[in-house]
């Protein structure tokens, strides 16, 4: 495996990561949240992933293990890997409290109300290092997710990239909002929050380290398949009902529609 694709492939999931301090930025530095950007972002991304996860992502991986097992099993076990996966990031996500997942969306405008003394407040600077922690748990499988698609397929891999980055900054404004009202630092704020998406190449660096000395057509396919299934998950769990808290039903609905196509056509540029 030529060192040029590694570096990319980990470059794409550091560039990914680290996008959640770009909500951190937006948060100091915009005075109100385009909730209708928000919206038709988020709903872009989980429309880039759905699509890109059940057309390319787990057709390779059945591919892969249907020629090392045969159509019956290499399709079962591209099945089962796939609903692991689901229910791998389905259960990080139930393992993180409610109070700190970082589902919970937040506005910039939250940064104006009347919480102005910015005196030290213990339970709101818990509650934003828990929400990085969280965000951190979630970022490792993304980051190993966005890792193995770029090495299979580097645009495979700048597709996945994008989607995570545009998921990410949400999550950066609900670190950067709580810590901010606790210690009144924005600098402590946006570091906190920039922090926390460094699980993506971290997770990518674990992956690369553990699981690619050891990399057969069975367990890249299972690996494959099991990105799709967090991909899915992250999609319908997290990025949906995030588009729609957001802004309006349709327009995160126009937001997954065009990603869908978006990604449609990248995919027929590269036959």
Same mark, same amino acid.
């Given at each position: 495996m030529?060192?040029?694709?590694?570096?990319?492939a980990?470059?794409?999931?550091l560039l990914?990561?680290?996008?959640?301090g770009?909500?951190?930025?937006?948060?100091f530095?915009t005075?109100?949240?385009?909730?209708k950007f928000l919206?038709?972002?988020l709903?872009?991304?989980?429309?880039?992933?759905?699509?890109v996860?059940?057309v390319e992502i787990?057709?390779?991986a059945?591919?892969?293990l249907?020629?090392?097992y045969?159509?019956?099993?290499?399709?079962?076990y591209?099945v089962i890997a796939?609903?692991g996966?689901?229910?791998?990031i389905?259960?990080i996500?139930?393992?993180?409290?409610?109070?700190e997942?970082?589902?919970e969306?937040?506005l910039?405008e939250e940064?104006n109300?009347?919480n102005t003394s910015?005196q030290?407040?213990?339970?709101?600077?818990?509650?934003?290092?828990?929400t990085?922690l969280?965000i951190?748990?979630h970022?490792?499988?993304?980051?190993?997710?966005?890792?193995?698609?770029a090495l299979q397929?580097?645009?495979?891999?700048?597709?996945?990239?994008?989607?995570?980055a545009?998921?990410n900054?949400?999550e950066?404004?609900?670190?950067?909002?709580p810590?901010?009202y606790?210690?009144?630092?924005?600098?402590k704020?946006?570091?906190?929050?920039?922090?926390?998406g %460094?699980? $993506?190449?971290i997770? &990518?660096l674990?992956? #690369?380290?553990?699981l690619?000395?050891?990399l057969t057509? !069975?367990l890249? *396919?299972?690996i494959?398949?099991?990105?799709?299934?967090?991909?899915?998950?992250?999609s %319908?769990d $997290?990025l949906?009902p &995030?588009?729609q808290? #957001?802004?309006?039903?349709?327009?995160?609905?126009?937001? !997954?529609?065009t *990603?869908?196509?978006?990604?449609a056509?990248?995919?027929?540029?590269?036959?």
């Amino acid at each position: 495996m030529e060192i040029n694709n590694i570096l990319f492939a980990f470059g794409l999931t550091l560039l990914a990561g680290l996008s959640t301090g770009i909500g951190s930025a937006m948060a100091f530095f915009t005075k109100r949240t385009n909730t209708k950007f928000l919206s038709l972002a988020l709903g872009f991304s989980a429309g880039v992933m759905i699509y890109v996860s059940f057309v390319e992502i787990f057709m390779k991986a059945k591919d892969t293990l249907i020629k090392s097992y045969g159509n019956g099993p290499g399709t079962t076990y591209t099945v089962i890997a796939f609903f692991g996966g689901i229910l791998f990031i389905a259960l990080i996500d139930k393992l993180i409290p409610t109070e700190e997942n970082p589902h919970e969306m937040h506005l910039i405008e939250e940064m104006n109300t009347s919480n102005t003394s910015k005196q030290k407040d213990h339970k709101l600077m818990r509650m934003g290092l828990f929400t990085a922690l969280a965000i951190g748990i979630h970022n490792f499988p993304e980051g190993l997710a966005t890792f193995t698609a770029a090495l299979q397929d580097p645009s495979l891999g700048i597709a996945i990239a994008v989607a995570i980055a545009i998921h990410n900054i949400p999550e950066g404004i609900a670190v950067s909002i709580p810590i901010y009202y606790a210690t009144g630092d924005k600098r402590k704020a946006f570091k906190l929050s920039f922090l926390s998406g %460094l699980a $993506e190449p971290i997770g &990518a660096l674990i992956g #690369y380290l553990i699981l690619m000395p050891f990399l057969t057509p !069975l367990l890249f *396919g299972i690996i494959f398949a099991g990105v799709a299934g967090i991909m899915v998950f992250i999609s %319908l769990d $997290e990025l949906l009902p &995030a588009a729609q808290e #957001y802004g309006e039903h349709h327009l995160s609905i126009y937001g !997954l529609v065009t *990603g869908m196509i978006v990604m449609a056509i990248s995919l027929l540029l590269f036959l």
